[in-house]
């Protein structure tokens, strides 16, 4: 058995999310990487644990209609294509299953053996185990829940692919990134997020910056924050946003919507800060606040 | 043009699922349900592309047992012009959906397919991409917002780091995020018309598509409990647990 990753690079190392989705892959066998764009395959070539970098720099925007026809003529190679469950992975992905008339297995949090996984259904309120009889089995793969693999490996063989023909039906317009000093959600030690109960978006910046700023903590938000325009969509922790499993999770001011438990409830330990006693986040927090985040925030800030 | 749009009949998003005692799957039975949120989206955007000239007609369809004409008669009362039904009692998963929707797209000749990105309860993602790449049409998933012109439509798409816009030549099979619009409610009157718009039925057994699933569910289970926690007075006090209880800061 062969495993095969797509991975991503960003800022010029590989995202930690890709290599989560490598450590996963190395319960199929042997693992190659797959890295799409003018990144460089160096990176990528120093993971470890990984026998081969194919590098495809010629799809610079890893459209899908191109990568998943791309990764479909790798696909009789492997017995496992995987990646991170991100944007990028959930985009391709399905598409390349479809491709090859596969059911892809999304969000995988647990491996059982070769052929059977472990995945969240019903916003994380179940777990089911699914055992798949596709001969190439496609899947994403929850990053919190595999441990990622380290970047001093050996230097493995770089190969450079050619790219499908392609047929312009698909053309990359524009990318508008928002700009972020912090970690990256997703493998922040600590986030701190905020809810509506922060009122507007320079609250997110008075109140949850210095205590972010004194932990080095990640700042998230939760959907209603998001569809206020208190914080921008990529900060949205929860089911339609981001899964995170920081060692501490501080929630202010949200209260708690199953939505927004299935991007956090797996977090070893939640605070949270909240002046409604009833509201549910209380009931997966380890510690628990009742009060009012303006005058706590700012005394939390003082006292870390 | 016309634009289909698939929808699912699913556990209601505000009621917390039970994981049935046997293992085998979550409690549907006399449990309310209703039409997947993010499908709700996909059909708002379609019928205000009718609204502004762009489309049409706007074609509901939806894949279940005979009691998903519910969510069917909802598309309508919000505006559906008609509706299919592909008829199976078996559980399908993305990959028979997607040959499903195909063969109705090959039937209706959509310009545009609009739907949800991801079912709340299998929270697969999968579909949308899947059926693209059957047809080989170009896919703008994670839509949040969607134009037309020239034959072509560009799709800003919600991503990791910000938001990427792409440009689809139609036909084109489009996914919709939570921020693509606010959907309407549908009014009494209109309920009331939506009982007359047609509805056809299609058995799925006639289209030729293997629904036998390829990802077998072993087992359903309740996932872990966290242990119930403890209410501070203080910042003072928190502080001190998160560093000495905890060992997190």
């Known amino acids: 058995m062969t495993a095969l990753v797509l991975i991503e690079v960003e800022n010029g190392r590989v995202r930690q999310a890709s290599r989560s989705a490598i450590a996963a892959a190395s319960h199929f066998g042997d693992v190659d990487v797959l890295l799409l764009g003018e990144a460089p395959a160096e990176a990528a070539s120093r993971l470890s644990g990984i026998r081969r970098a194919l590098h495809a720099p010629s799809l610079k925007h890893a459209l899908a209609e191109q990568a998943a026809a791309l990764l479909a003529g790798l696909a009789g190679s492997y017995s496992h294509i995987l990646s991170a469950a991100s944007s990028t992975g959930k985009n391709i992905l399905p598409r390349l299953a479809g491709l090859l008339d596969v059911q892809p297995i999304s969000d995988v949090v647990a491996i059982k053996d070769e052929s059977t996984f472990v995945r969240p259904i019903y916003a994380g309120n179940a777990l089911a185990t699914v055992q798949s009889s596709d001969s190439v089995k496609i899947m994403t793969i929850r990053s919190s829940s595999f441990d990622p693999v380290s970047e001093d490996g050996n230097e493995a063989a770089i190969e450079t692919l050619e790219t499908p023909a392609d047929d312009g039906k698909s053309r990359f317009v524009k990318l508008e990134q928002s700009q972020s000093d912090r970690p990256e959600l997703e493998v922040a030690r600590v986030v701190i997020s905020g809810g509506k109960g922060l009122k507007d978006a320079s609250n997110f910046h008075t109140l949850l910056e210095p205590v972010a700023d004194r932990l080095g903590a990640a700042i998230g938000a939760s959907r209603a924050a998001v569809d206020s325009g208190f914080a921008p969509n990529e900060m949205q922790v929860g089911q339609t946003g981001k899964v995170v499993a920081p060692e501490l999770y501080i929630a202010t001011g949200l209260s708690g919507a199953i939505q927004h438990l299935a991007g956090m409830k797996d977090s070893r330990v939640i605070v949270a800060i909240n002046i409604d006693p009833e509201a549910p986040i209380f009931k997966v927090a380890d510690y628990g606040m009742v009060g009012d985040l303006f005058e706590i925030l700012p005394a939390l800030a003082k006292a870390l | ?249």
């Open chain 2, 1 to 249: 043009m016309k634009v289909l749009v698939p929808v699912k009949r699913v556990v209601d998003y505000n009621i917390k699922p039970r994981v049935a005692a046997d293992g085998s799957g979550v409690e549907t039975q006399g449990v309310k349900m209703s039409m997947n949120p993010f499908d709700e989206i996909a059909l708002e955007e379609a019928l205000r592309l009718r609204e502004k000239g762009q489309a049409d007609e706007v074609v509901a369809v939806t894949i279940g047992p005979q009691v998903a004409q519910d969510v069917l008669r909802t598309a309508m009362a919000m505006g559906a012009d008609r509706a299919i039904l592909i008829q199976t009692d078996a559980e399908v998963e993305p990959r028979a959906v997607s040959s499903l929707l195909k063969a109705v797209v090959e039937k209706e000749q959509p310009g545009l397919v609009s739907m949800g990105k991801q079912a709340i309860d299998d929270d697969m993602n999968a579909t949308g991409q899947m059926l693209a790449a059957r047809l080989g049409w170009p896919q703008g998933t994670f839509a949040s917002r969607v134009e037309i012109a020239d034959g072509r439509v560009e799709v800003a798409r919600e991503v990791d780091g910000g938001t990427e816009t792409v440009s689809l030549s139609l036909p084109a099979v489009i996914t919709a995020d939570l921020r693509l619009n606010e959907p309407r409610y549908a009014s009494l009157p209109n309920i009331m018309k939506a009982r007359k718009k047609p509805l056809e039925t299609i058995e799925a057994g006639s289209l030729g598509v293997d629904l036998t699933p390829h990802l077998k569910i072993v087992s359903v289970a309740e996932p872990p409990e966290r242990k119930a926690g403890i209410i501070v007075e203080t910042v003072e006090e928190l502080v001190q647990k998160l560093k000495t209880e905890a060992k997190v800061i």
